[in-house]
Nanobody, 126 residues
């Protein structure tokens, strides 16, 4: 059974940085993609960034391009989300997802992911 555990969230000020981690364990063999999504009250869960399992391709939401970087530790089953120049509108619960099926592009819709972590809260004060 695949397990995803996020960590690294917290309360920061606008302009600060945070690095989120997502550790995968269990039956992750055959994984093709990992993605970071976020969910804030009153909004739907939205795509933030995605990466192929080998780390070769990445994709970002327009709202975070140039500020966030997704990466994968190739020696460990950990995916990171480096978040710089944080804004109050980045405040949300951040979740990582895992997808096992191959698609043409990195999936950006939550329903396309097979497993999810429990989330980690990021709060950015102005």
């Amino acid at each position: 059974q695949v397990q995803l555990v996020e960590s690294g969230g917290g309360l920061v000020r606008a302009g600060d940085s945070l690095r989120l981690s997502c550790a995968a364990s269990g039956g992750y063999v055959g994984t093709y993609y990992m993605g970071w999504f976020r969910h804030s009250p009153g909004k739907e869960r939205e795509f933030v960034a995605g990466i192929t399992w080998n780390g070769g391709r990445t994709n970002y939401a327009d709202a975070v391009k140039g500020r966030f970087t997704i990466s994968k530790d190739t020696t460990k089953t950990i995916v990171y989300l480096q978040m710089n120049s944080l804004k109050p509108e980045d405040t949300a619960a951040y979740y990582c997802g895992l997808r096992r099926k191959l698609t043409v592009a990195i999936p950006i819709v939550p329903d396309e992911y097979d497993y999810w972590g429990q989330g980690t809260q990021v709060t950015v004060s102005s």
